[in-house]
């Protein structure tokens, strides 16, 4: 068992309070970040419980996400060696304290038994094909989901006999959200665009995103872009194209505030109206925030990496290169005659 292991072992195990384990593969950012609602979630229908998250490789929940995930999630445990080899993974899970409930999000049978016959809770949630191993399926559901927030909020389903928060609205510090409000002020109708992407393939261009900003500023919104360091290259062609446009991130005072990145961000979009993006870790921050989102899918599908959020347009292309803008366009005006 490694060190990062060891220190909250010890300090939990003094503790009266029932554990609950949420296990998890491997976690990227947007991988955490979808995941975040059904931390959210199982904390409030578990106020007593200590919930642990123990991934088997890495989990931005133990860093990037630590400061939105505190008093959420009590212990994060990374690199926790559960996969392989098998007589090893049985003495790790051996040396994990006894958990009242443990909701397993992967999805390698033999890792899931083992999981499940060592620790021994009182329930265990797999979404496995099937909800095999499972203590017992979602109301009505019969086979699990395509969708990783889907999936994952399943076993909440499961576990608590009711339907899952279709939306999360994530508290953001004080000082964040007046970092927000001072960034952007209440009276115009904020509509984002989040051109982030990974790499090219991901990313809409971003003429696009300039056109559709225009077109929206047109019609009286304020267009606020939400801009990764990879995009701040593009700041004066959007500020050419769309003098009303906002870069609230890029702002001075954005910068100099000590406020968490990651809820600086959130705390930015609950004052947007709705957002448009590319299929990012930012579309999930839009997510947490609980704001109406269109998605922009091509490499990634949106069946499996659609954001936990409703309303919602997801948007598949084969290629985002070849995504005219009226496609956009015509779904981002459906979202907000949804809006009313």
């Known amino acids: 068992m490694n060190e990062l292991m060891q220190a909250p072992l010890q300090a939990s195990q003094a503790a009266a309070r029932p554990k609950l384990a949420v296990l998890v593969s491997n976690e990227m950012l947007g991988d955490s970040l979808l995941r975040l609602h059904l931390a959210f979630a199982l904390r409030q229908a578990y106020p007593g419980h200590e919930i642990w998250w123990i991934s088997t490789y890495a989990t931005q929940m133990a860093h990037a996400l630590r400061h939105l995930s505190a008093g959420v999630i009590d212990v994060a445990v990374e690199n926790s060696g559960l996969d392989k080899p098998f007589r090893a993974v049985l003495q790790r899970l051996a040396g994990l304290p006894r958990f009242d409930l443990v909701f397993d999000t992967r999805t390698r049978l033999t890792s899931v038994f083992a999981a499940k016959r060592v620790l021994s809770p009182r329930e265990y949630f797999t979404c496995l094909p099937a909800y095999l191993l499972s203590t017992r399926r979602p109301p009505g559901r019969w086979w699990r989901s395509d969708n990783t927030g889907e999936r994952a909020m399943g076993l909440y389903e499961a576990a608590t006999r009711r339907p899952a928060p279709r939306r999360t609205e994530l508290r ?33 261009p971003i003429e696009r995103f300039i056109a559709l900003a225009a077109r929206k500023s047109a019609e009286g919104y304020t267009p606020v872009f939400l801009m990764g360091p ?67 899918h091509g490499p990634t599908t949106a069946r499996r990496w659609a954001a936990w959020v409703e309303p919602k347009r997801a948007i598949q292309a084969k290629s985002l290169a070849e995504l005219p803008v009226e496609t956009v366009a015509a779904e981002l005006d459906a979202l907000l005659r949804q809006l009313g």
């Open 172 to 204: 953001v510090s004080a000082d964040a959200d007046a970092l927000a409000e001072r960034l952007l002020p209440a009276g115009p109708r904020y509509i984002g665009f989040a051109p982030v992407g990974s790499m090219a393939t991901r990313r809409w």
């Open 230 to 296: 990879g995009e701040v290259e593009h700041i004066e062609a959007v500020r050419t194209a769309v003098p009303a446009a906002l870069f609230p991130e890029q702002a001075p005072e954005a910068a100099a505030a000590k406020v968490d990145r990651i809820e600086r961000l959130v705390a930015i979009c609950r004052r947007l109206r709705a957002v448009v993006s590319n299929d990012s870790s930012t579309a999930h921050a839009v997510a947490l925030a609980g704001v109406p989102l269109v998605s922009l």
